[in-house]
């Protein structure tokens, strides 16, 4: 069963679990605006694909080698149309206190973002909701979208920003 989109969506919202335990697939359900049965099944697949381990935590390198030299070919994005949305890689946190934008901003389309830019394909339609609910997992979505879509440099930078976070 190949990994879907979502699947990265779930583990990277786990990798960010301080807790002894895991969160329940419902409380994850919750808050990645997700059916807690797509929360399972992504669970499952994650699980299968070695990017978590059996009780729900993350394996850690394997999600961070997937990230830096997998993502970018297993679920590519383009830039599409000018919309309003929520601004992503290199236009959001982390990376945008460190790039000067001169350009349109990549963003997830949303009606309620309020950022013009050139719409990214979000790992799940989720994504902008669960990134204004969580501004640590807003980041780590924004870094893998500057691996997805960045260029060298921006790539660079999000791999050693992601290299921090899941590195641990």
Not at 51 to 77: E, K, M, N, Q, S
Request: hydrophobic share 40%; aromatic share 6%.
């Amino acid at each position: 069963m190949p990994l879907k989109p979502q699947d990265l969506f779930v583990v990277l919202k786990l990798a960010l679990n301080d807790s002894e335990s895991p969160p329940s697939y419902n409380q994850l359900a919750y808050e990645l605006a997700m059916s807690p049965s797509k929360v399972h099944d992504a669970v499952k697949r994650a699980t299968a694909a070695g990017l978590l381990h059996g009780d729900r935590r993350p394996h850690r390198r394997a999600l961070l080698d997937f990230i830096l030299h997998g993502v970018t070919f297993a679920f590519y994005a383009e830039r599409g149309s000018v919309t309003r949305g929520v601004p992503t890689a290199h236009a959001a946190p982390p990376l945008s206190r460190e790039i000067a934008e001169g350009e349109l901003a990549p963003v997830w389309p949303d009606p309620k973002g309020k950022v013009r830019g050139e719409a990214i394909e979000p790992l799940h339609k989720g994504v902008p909701e669960a990134a204004r609910n969580d501004a640590d997992l807003y980041e780590l979505l924004a870094l893998v979208d500057a691996i997805r879509i960045g260029r060298a440099r921006e790539r660079k930078l999000a791999a050693k920003h992601l290299e921090r976070r899941l590195g641990k």
